[in-house]
């Protein structure tokens, strides 16, 4: 590993504190040493198509057009051939079976899209000071709605398998951002995960949280925690369920 070099951390993401969080090793060889992955797994690849090809409905939302199925599957599709890793699929799938699976993931969403109001952001970034101790923590909110009343909508788009609800860390961290960044509102804010479900039969569900004070002390602890480590040079392993599809298990050893 004597050939990869370290630089200084500058600032924090959700995603760098989860990766963190799930395996300081994986976090030190991809964020820390910068070694390349070995590949690409299908559903992260899926994951980030999808993601693109739906900002681009909710881009067109925006604008004030519509946004046709052929459009956001190429969207979906351009992404995936932009891919330069070699791309593992996970048991059962392929790539044809994966792009008629995105095909009608978006057919459904076009059919019924989750609007809560006037679109005002889609992956609207930020950069916050959470805490003095900290350093500035960055980001992007997939979309930012506004309902009669002036109520604010902060959506997370997520694809899954089971369309179980997402752990709250990640709805947290964007309701801070969106009162630090002084969004115009009544003071309403409604935060919620929409989950477009990976399936044969498509679905969506929407899991609203309501964010508290304590939710928003607890994160900056737990980000406080993960900081200090990540400064300290943490780097062991976890190993887990996560190892069979991990980017980096062919260095792992090498550290
Ligand atoms: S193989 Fe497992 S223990 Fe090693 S870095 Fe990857 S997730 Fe962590």
């Not at 980030?48 to 409905?57: D, R, S, T, V, Y």
């Not at 925006?62 to 995936?80: D, I, M, V, Y």
């Not at 995105?102 to 959470?130: D, K």
């Not at 943490?234 to 190892?243: G, K, L």
Request: proline share 6%; hydrophobic share 40%.
């Amino acid at each position: 590993m004597s050939e990869h070099t370290t630089k200084p951390e500058v600032h924090l993401s959700h995603s760098q504190v989860q990766e963190f969080t799930q395996c300081p090793r994986k976090y030190h060889l991809h964020r820390r040493l910068k070694v390349p992955p070995d590949f690409m797994p299908s559903a992260l690849l899926f994951g980030i198509a999808l993601h693109e090809a739906l900002a681009l409905f909710h881009q067109r939302r925006l604008e004030g057009r519509a946004a046709s199925l052929a459009e956001l599957h190429n969207t979906f599709l351009g992404q995936w051939k932009a891919e330069k890793l070699p791309v593992r699929y996970s048991r059962g799938e392929n790539q044809n079976s994966l792009k008629a699976m995105a095909r009608r993931m978006l057919a459904y969403y076009i059919e019924n899209p989750v609007c809560s109001g006037e679109v005002i952001g889609v992956e609207q970034p930020f950069r916050i000071m959470l805490s003095t101790d900290l350093p500035p923590v960055h980001g992007r909110i997939d979309l930012i709605e506004m309902a009669p009343g002036s109520e604010l909508y902060v959506s997370d788009l997520k694809t899954s398998k089971n369309g179980s609800k997402p752990a709250a860390d990640q709805l947290v961290l964007y309701r801070e951002a969106v009162r630090l960044l002084d969004f115009p509102a009544s003071g309403i804010v409604h935060c919620q995960y929409v989950v477009l479900t990976k399936t044969a039969e498509p679905k969506i569900k929407v899991f609203e949280l309501d964010v508290t004070a304590e939710d928003v002390v607890n994160l900056v602890s737990r980000y406080r925690e993960v900081w200090q480590a990540i400064q300290a040079g943490v780097a062991y392993p976890i190993p887990s369920w996560r190892c069979g599809g991990c980017q980096w298990k062919h260095h792992c050893d090498q550290v």
